[in-house]
């Protein structure tokens, strides 16, 4: 059976760090690009980062450029997303997802992604 599994979500202040993390079973983790989404109430999914499936390509929605890292461990099949000076604007539910894509263009379409996580809530407080 093949999980992705969301944990380190929570809530901190304006200006703090968080970092999430999501573990992947049932399947070769390393054979797959990996994809954090985020939805906030009464919005879309939407693109936060990416990673491809080696780890030496990742991409960024424009608005968390600078703040927000991801990174994995294939040994560990997981995989992180860092968040630095945070905001009440990144108030959401993250998701993880799994995916093959070979340009990082397509990892920012959520329908590549063919494995979802169920979700963890990050809560930024002003």
């Known amino acids: 059976q093949v999980q992705l599994v969301e944990s380190g979500g929570g809530l901190v202040q304006a200006g703090g760090s968080l970092r999430v993390s999501c573990t992947v079973s049932g399947l070769t983790f390393s054979n797959y690009g990996a994809g954090w989404f985020r939805q906030a109430p009464g919005k879309e999914r939407e693109f936060v980062a990416a990673i491809n499936w080696i780890g030496d390509a990742r991409g960024y929605v424009d608005s968390v450029k600078g703040r927000f890292t991801i990174s994995r461990d294939n040994a560990k099949n997981t995989v992180y997303l860092q968040m630095n000076s945070l905001t009440p604007e990144d108030t959401a539910v993250y998701y993880c997802?799994?995916?093959?894509?070979?340009?990082?263009?397509?990892?920012?379409?959520?329908?590549?992604?063919?494995?979802w996580g169920q979700g963890t809530q990050v809560t930024v407080s002003s």
């Open positions: 997802a799994a995916g093959k894509f070979l340009s990082l263009a397509r990892s920012r379409v959520a329908a590549t992604y063919n494995i």
